[in-house]
């Protein structure tokens, strides 16, 4: 019986980011539930990008090249969530004085694979579950 795998969603170009290395943590409302430090989590590029986040892509990245969206995009391990101060560009985000820090352990791109996403951490529906080291 193959292990049940789980996915957070990203919007892009912040998952591109996060494949690439170039964003180290992931900003949210919410902490990391303990379950899922340290264990890998599918990275689900979401279907919505807003014309603000294509300028912000243009501006990151170099680039308005149509990303990979509405499905699975690669894999990640987060660390232990902290709180602390948001900083500014991602109060648009979230408008909060303090957000939820993820630290990024480790990433890797894998081939897209359309899927749905949801919000939270979710299981994964519709990805080929192959064992994975």
């Known amino acids: 019986m193959m292990p049940e795998e789980y996915a957070i969603s990203v919007r892009q170009p912040w998952a591109e980011l996060l494949l690439r290395g170039e964003k180290c943590v992931e900003y949210r409302r919410w902490a990391l539930p303990e379950k899922y430090v340290g ?3 599918l990275l689900h590029a ?6 603000r986040e294509r300028d912000l892509a243009l501006s990151c990245l170099g680039t308005t090249v149509e990303f990979d969206r509405g499905g699975y995009v690669g894999r990640i391990r987060f660390g232990r969530a902290i ?4 900083p500014l560009e991602v109060r648009t985000y979230c408008p909060l004085p303090q957000c ?5 352990m480790d990433v890797e791109r894998l081939p897209f694979c359309p899927a ?5 951490v979710f299981k994964a529906w519709g990805h080929n579950n192959e064992q994975r080291n």
Do not use: E, N
């Not at 709180?83 to 948001?86: G, V």
């Open 46 to 51: 979401s279907q919505s990008m807003s014309c």
């Open 100 to 104: 939820w820090h993820w630290p990024v």
């Open 39 to 41: 264990r890998w989590l």
């Open 83 to 86: 709180m602390a101060f948001t």
């Open 116 to 120: 749905k996403g949801r919000t939270l």
